[in-house]
């Protein structure tokens, strides 16, 4: 399969929200609702921060949302904080268990 | 407290093998789904592959660009899981992940990850 796209970078200042889309096909993210998002700090692990398109794991902040319409999910942050600068990735089913990951996107929080 | 370490990375020259291992504590490591996903330097995470437990008579799921070449196996009674790696090439080269999934069905993505062991193919 071919990776999800998403945007190479993203930025925002701090209070604001912004969204990272990701975009694949009717095969992974347009076919279920299996979308799930991860923050991965610099020379760090990736953490999970949604799950299942829209669900947040207990201890991840409320200020992080998903979503999905037809072929493309989005994560949103709301009210950006410093912390939150890190590179996201979005990754889907993608049938035949197997998964299939997005390119990533770097937030910087200005 | 969950925690996943990964052992066994390092340089290895184009065409040799390789062997992968995961540590798994803090919860029941039978119940779980196991996965190994690997990101290359400076580049994004790529799913290599998972095992069912051993309900799911441990199966395995390859991508297609280590199907034939990498083998998933586990060990429950050790709590661990390996990647045997065979016919590396330099593409290989990336830092290797072992991530748990959730045991409630749906199993569709990766609650907890290790920290990684790099592997470098080279001349």
């Known amino acids: 399969q071919s990776a999800l796209t998403q945007p190479a970078s993203v930025s925002g200042s701090p209070g604001q929200s912004i969204t990272i889309s990701c975009t694949g096909t009717?095969?992974?993210?347009?076919?279920?609702?299996?979308v799930s998002w991860y923050q991965q700090h610099p020379g760090k692990a990736p953490k999970l921060m949604i799950y299942d398109v829209s669900k947040r794991p207990s201890g991840v902040s409320n200020r992080f949302s998903g979503s999905k319409s037809g072929n493309t999910a989005s994560l949103t942050i709301s009210g950006l904080q410093a912390e939150d600068e890190a590179d996201y990735y979005c990754c889907s089913y993608a049938g035949s268990s197997t998964f299939v990951f997005g390119g990533g996107t770097k937030l910087t929080v200005l | 407290e969950v925690q996943l370490v990964e052992s066994g990375g390092g340089l290895v020259q184009p065409g040799g093998s390789l062997r992968l291992s995961c540590a798994a504590s803090?919860?029941?490591?039978?119940?779980?789904?196991m996965d190994w996903v690997r990101q290359a330097p400076g580049k994004g995470l790529e799913w290599v592959g998972r095992?069912?437990?051993?309900?799911?008579?441990?199966?395995?799921e390859y991508a297609a660009s280590v199907k034939g070449r990498f083998t998933i196996s586990r060990d429950d009674s050790k709590n661990s899981l390996y990647l045997q790696m065979n016919s590396l090439k330099t593409e290989d080269t990336a830092v290797y992940y072992c991530?748990?999934?959730?045991?409630?069905?749906?199993?569709?993505?990766?609650?907890?990850w290790g920290q990684g062991t790099l592997v470098t193919v080279s001349s």
């Open positions: 095992t069912r437990n051993k309900a799911n008579s441990y199966t395995t």
């Open positions: 803090g919860f029941t490591f039978s119940d779980h789904y």
């Open positions: 991530a748990r999934e959730p045991a409630a069905i749906p199993r569709r993505y990766f609650d907890y």
């Open positions: 009717s095969s992974d993210v347009g076919g279920y609702n299996y």
